[in-house]
């Protein structure tokens, strides 16, 4: 499991954490059931304050992605990975289509808009 | 307490064999000062008091150097049982100059073919001598933080005192005076003239610091000059009910005449000794209020309070036993004499290490209410 | 019982310097890093906190325990480490824990000398004769040693290097690994806070400035760079802190004045704690 914090990110850091594992449990990187380890234990190999790893913990806990038994640790939670795919492909639909917009707006052609998602993919990697 | 008391033995482990060493040397070497005999006699009590009270003040300014009281305040022990526990510690080291003592005693016997000359039966005197020399060591000490030097600047102004009053009381006998008051200017301008002989000394050979401790060493005369009132005062008052009680003997067997109408005058002079002294106190008293309130170091303000509640405690005792076998018991009874005697050195006992007490509380107290400066 | 340390109040008057009305809390499981200046009051805080020195005013609890009444029991569980070298110096590394030692009935030998080992204290070594970083050392491993619940930690790091700056830090993310045990941390290096530290307490001139948790702090300020032709009296009035010069002007503002600088080209930065600690030295 691999989380990198970037201390240049306009994101809180407890965003950052909330987000790659979202994504990872998304990918199926993290399956259903697979122990994730404790907030101290987080926020040791960190080297954050466990106030932050509680806070993404329990963001992704109230989203239904993470649940915690008692007395045993933090799993991830059983849950419809292809109704989350499908969310978020939604929003990427959405935010696309603005783009498309404000490109169409600007006099932007097709070819010209997909070298700067080219550029953009390269960039944000 | 034991863990307490063990821990400060560790620590102190190797300063012990200072004392038996220096109260030796002091005694012993004073022994050969021809014509001190009566210097002898106290000094022994003296020293066997002040070098162990002065090491536990250098023990206490070395941990303040490095802040090590802090060890014992923060582990796990109550304040006062840590305080207790040191007190505990001192008196061990204190009785250990005993055997020295009579070490010291023995030699001098030995070498001088003279009498044993140590008399625990001169209590009174004693406590007052001991806190004499201790009252002027003690400022010296805490400014220049040198044990030889207190040590040397308290033996000049004991010696001194000694000669001067010797030389005033051999002019006094010579003019027939039998005065208790002016016995007393007698002791006075000795202690005045060996203060000021003892500040000469010193500001000639230790400029820088002399100034300080000077204003310290005046307050402590006036507080030595406030024992010494308190003790007179004292003893005024018990003679005053001495010769009282004679009289009402007297009143009730209604015989001697004579010696009837001599005690009524003595009673009435007494009476008015009693007045002078008294007045001297109350003066001496307002003097030393006045000079507390110029005062703003803590050194000063804590002098009062702390070193001379356990004089007053003694002579609070003293008097109280004094009064009650005056009371109870009539002249000639054996019995009350040996336990008098016996109750009397345990106050003094008593006394002594109450004070060595409250003066280490007093350093501890001063040590942890200072903020950490320098 | 859920707060470790509880300090209301409280207040202590010197010749010169005041601590007034000082309050915060802090809850069992968290490392609190206690800021301020060299001279702001942290020593005497902690000083009171642990008795050393008498309040004039307000409570202070730990453990849900009043810190002078129950002064014993409560220190018993507190593992304290020291600006300097408090021990005696004259006794051994051995000597000097065969003294502490007796006094906590949860002191753990082996524990003691495993950090011996791993810190590399040798026990017959005399506590003079040890570098300034051994003794700090030495002082960490006996507070370790007897199971504390609580860490108190006075400046215990200035003047070390950093590679031990941050083999400490290490320590003590260890020691918060059980939730039942606190740290309370303080320094003027924020440094070594600002990764390692759950709650923030910044004391200044006697005063608390601000008692909170570090990322609370950390995301509702800003650092505003710009020129400085755009600050009005109006615009500075809103800022907490302003550095001015020939190129252009450095601010910290509360993230909720930030949009005073909406029709302004301006560069926004996350505030380290240090840069909070001088911007902020005039609250």
Redesign the interface.
């Known amino acids: 499991m691999k989380i990198i914090i970037k ?1 240049s990110s ?1 994101d ?3 965003k950052q954490i909330s987000d790659q594992l979202r994504g990872m449990m998304i990918t199926g990187e993290l399956k259903e059931g697979d122990a994730l380890p404790s907030i ?2 987080l ?2 190999d960190l ?6 790893t509680k ?1 993404s913990y329990e963001d992704l806990e109230r989203e239904g992605f993470l649940e915690t038994v008692g007395g045993k640790g933090t799993f991830v939670a059983h849950q419809n990975k292809e109704f989350i795919k499908e969310q978020k492909l939604k929003i990427i639909e959405n935010r696309l289509s603005e783009a498309v917009d404000e490109a169409k707006m600007l006099g932007l052609k097709k070819s010209e808009l997909r070298e700067m998602l080219d550029a953009l993919y390269e960039e944000v990697l | 307490m034991f863990k307490l008391i063990m821990a400060d033995i560790k620590v102190l482990g190797n300063r012990i064999w200072q004392i038996p060493i220096g109260v030796f040397l002091f005694i012993f070497s004073f022994s050969f000062i021809p014509n001190l005999e009566e210097v002898y006699k106290i000094h022994h009590l003296i020293y066997s008091v002040l070098i162990p009270g002065l090491l536990t003040y250098e023990l206490l300014r070395d941990e303040q150097k490095h802040g090590s009281e802090s060890v014992f305040m923060t582990l796990p022990v109550c304040k006062k049982t840590c305080i207790l526990g040191r007190y505990i510690v001192i008196s061990l080291f204190c009785s250990l100059s005993i055997p020295v003592i009579y070490l010291s005693e023995y030699l001098h016997i030995t070498m001088h073919a003279k009498e044993s000359i140590i008399e625990f039966s001169r209590i009174g005197s004693i406590s007052i001598g001991v806190l004499l020399v201790i009252y002027y060591t003690l400022p010296v000490y805490y400014y220049t933080k040198k044990l030889m030097r207190s040590m040397g600047a308290s033996a000049l102004f004991l010696t001194a005192l000694l000669i001067i009053t010797d030389i005033l009381y051999s002019h006094s006998y010579r003019l027939s005076l039998d005065n208790n008051t002016l016995i007393w200017y007698f002791k006075f301008s000795g202690i005045i003239a060996s203060l000021v002989l003892v500040l000469k000394v010193f500001e000639h050979f230790y400029k820088n610091i002399a100034d300080r401790y000077t204003n310290d060493i005046i307050y402590t005369t006036i507080i030595f000059i406030t024992i010494d009132r308190i003790a007179a005062f004292q003893n005024m008052l018990l003679n005053y009910i001495s010769v009282n009680k004679y009289l009402e003997i007297f009143l009730k067997s209604e015989k001697h005449i004579g010696s009837y109408l001599l005690f009524t005058a003595l009673s009435s002079k007494h009476g008015l000794d009693l007045i002078i002294v008294g007045i001297s106190l109350l003066i001496v008293i307002f003097l030393l209020f006045v000079f507390h309130k110029n005062f703003n170091d803590k050194f000063n303000r804590n002098m009062i309070l702390y070193i001379l509640s356990p004089v007053i405690l003694f002579h609070v005792f003293s008097f109280l036993i004094s009064f009650h076998s005056m009371i109870f018991y009539y002249p000639g009874d054996e019995f009350y004499w040996n336990i008098h005697l016996l109750l009397i050195y345990m106050i003094f006992v008593v006394s002594i290490i109450v004070f060595i007490m409250i003066s280490v509380r007093a350093s501890i107290y001063l040590l942890k209410n200072d903020r950490r400066h320098s | 019982m859920n707060k470790i340390i509880e300090i209301n109040g409280v207040t202590k008057e010197f010749e010169g310097f005041k601590l007034d009305n000082i309050s915060f809390g802090l809850e069992k499981g968290y490392i609190m890093g206690f800021i301020g200046p060299n001279g702001a009051g942290k020593t005497t805080t902690i000083r009171l906190i642990m008795n050393l020195l008498k309040k004039d005013s307000g409570d202070i609890k730990i453990f849900g325990m009043d810190n002078s009444k129950d002064e014993v029991a409560i220190k018993d569980r507190i593992g304290f480490v020291y600006e300097e070298s408090y021990f005696y110096e004259h006794l051994t590394v051995k000597k000097m824990k065969d003294i502490i030692a007796p006094f906590y009935s949860r002191w753990d030998d082996e524990k003691f000398d495993e950090y011996c080992s791993v810190f590399g204290l040798l026990p017959n070594k005399k506590i003079r004769d040890l570098s300034k970083g051994t003794k700090m050392k030495f002082s960490l491993a006996v507070a370790l040693s007897h199971n504390a619940e609580l860490l108190i930690l006075d400046e215990p790091t200035s003047g070390l290097d950093p590679v031990f700056r941050d083999k400490l830090m290490d320590i003590l993310r260890e020691e918060i690994q059980d939730e039942n045990k606190s740290i309370l941390f303080s320094t003027h290096i924020t440094s070594d806070l600002e990764k390692i530290a759950d709650y923030i307490t910044f004391i200044n001139n006697g005063r608390i400035v601000f008692s909170d948790q570090k990322d609370v702090l950390l995301e509702n300020y800003k650092i505003i760079k710009g020129d400085s032709g755009i600050l009005t009296g109006e615009i500075k009035s809103e800022l907490l802190g302003v550095k001015e010069n020939r190129f252009g002007f450095e601010a910290l503002c509360n993230v909720e004045k930030q949009n005073v600088f909406s029709q302004f080209e301006i560069v926004t930065e996350k505030p380290t704690l240090e840069q909070m600690m001088v911007y902020m030295q005039n609250k």
């Open positions: 201390n306009p809180p850091i407890y101290r234990n926020a040791k080297r954050i304050s466990v106030i932050t806070r």
